[in-house]
């Protein structure tokens, strides 16, 4: 399995537009962040070649095209804001090109969003015009209630973002005597975190990969700043964390240099682990 940061920037992007600051103008690569997302890519127990995605930010065409993604079988949701939503439109070229419907995968609160900010996609039966939307098949998850997927447990999880509870997912591979001992798996996605409820440690433990937020040096109200995401990824415990949802607050190098060992930030375009296949089991 091959997991791939899309995008490691905050809802304005990293360059923000009209800054001047030292990482907006930055020259290097690591310090450009396209919005959050990331993808997993496996061969499936069957032998199929699938790409998993997590979210659809507004920069996923540019993402994608960077990436040479040419397929998209499941897209797992984990809230509903425009950072996170707004590249949902952009699916339908992969079900042009694979000719197959995507799942989509949101609990019951964001799957409603989603219904009502894209009904033309929904609800294509009432567009004026026959439209050229995506193809999706909704199922509807909640916190704690795993599912398989193409020979992984995605196991949904409760964070906190604010006041608002949204999803983190933890990828576990279902055969774990034929896992390859190079995988990243056990991992675990929690962006836009400001709290973990008690009820959410249980399923952070053992974990080999941790994804999660840090926004910037200064306390925020819905995300972890560098401190308090350090504390996390230490009582975690992964023997990696890479820190995702990056504000222009924090210059790549510098920020990694005074991080401890087994925490860095990601940076767009980051790949972890190799193309192997997931299996023998059901998917």
Request: proline share 6%.
């Amino acid at each position: 399995m091959r997991f791939v940061f899309l995008g490691t920037g905050t809802s304005a992007g990293v360059p923000a537009i009209g800054c001047d600051c030292p990482v907006c103008s930055s020259a290097d690569p690591r310090d450009h962040r396209t919005r959050t997302s990331a993808f997993l890519h496996l061969i499936d127990p069957q032998g199929h070649e699938r790409v998993i995605l997590i979210d659809t930010s507004p920069d996923l065409r540019a993402q994608a095209l960077r990436e040479r993604l040419r397929r998209c079988d499941a897209i797992l949701f984990t809230h509903n804001h425009v950072d996170h939503t707004f590249g949902l439109d952009e699916v339908r070229r992969f079900n042009a090109v694979q000719k197959t419907p995507i799942s989509i995968y949101a609990e019951a609160k964001t799957m409603g969003d989603l219904r009502r900010v894209f009904a033309h996609i929904f609800d294509k039966d009432k567009n004026v015009n026959d439209s050229f939307v995506a193809s999706l098949i909704p199922y509807q998850i909640e916190p704690e209630k795993p599912f398989d997927l193409y020979g992984l447990r995605v196991t949904p999880l409760r964070i906190l973002h604010g006041k608002l509870g949204i999803l983190g997912y933890r990828f576990d591979v279902l055969d774990k005597a034929s896992a390859a001992a190079e995988s990243r798996l056990p991992l675990a996605y929690c962006t836009d975190v400001s709290g973990i409820p008690p009820e959410t440690w249980k399923h952070l433990r053992g974990l080999k990969t941790l994804v999660l937020d840090a926004l910037r040096h200064r306390k925020h109200q819905t995300h972890l700043c560098v401190d308090e995401a350090v504390t996390v990824a230490e009582n975690v415990g992964a023997e990696e964390t890479y820190f995702v949802h990056m504000s222009h607050d924090l210059p790549h190098a510098q920020t990694n240099a005074e991080l401890p060992d087994g925490i860095r930030l990601a940076h767009d375009g980051l790949v972890l682990g190799q193309l192997e296949t997931i299996g023998p089991a059901a998917g």
